[in-house]
Nanobody, 117 residues
């Protein structure tokens, strides 16, 4: 059974930085595309960034240049480095794992990021 658990959220001032972490439990990490999503109050969940087994990355346009996703295969971790944070980045951030063959998908419980003075 696959489980992903996020950590690292918190309160940060505009222009600040945070690094989110996601640990992957169970199964074969390399068979999963890992991603970060976020959901702000009253809005739909949206893709932030995604990283493949080969470390190919993709980002939502509004995050390009500010956010960096990476994965550590040895420790089954995925990170999201967020720089120059803005109030509109305030949301619950979720880690996501999708199996490359059967499409099975797993979500973490989320970690709150609040960007405010």
């Amino acid at each position: 059974q696959v489980q992903v658990v996020e950590s690292g959220g918190g309160l940060v001032q505009p222009g600040g930085s945070l690094r989110l972490s996601c640990v992957f439990y169970g199964s074969i990490f390399s068979l999963y595309i890992m991603g970060w999503y976020r959901q702000a109050p009253g809005k739909q969940r949206e893709l932030v960034a995604r990283v493949t087994d080969g470390s190919g990355t993709s980002y939502a346009d509004s995050m390009k240049g500010r956010f960096t996703i990476s994965r550590d295969h040895a420790n089954k971790m995925v990170y999201l480095q967020m720089n120059n944070l803005k109030p509109e980045d305030t949301a619950v951030y979720y880690c996501n794992a999708v199996h490359v063959r059967d499409g099975n998908e797993y979500w973490g419980q989320g970690t709150q990021v609040t960007v405010s003075e």
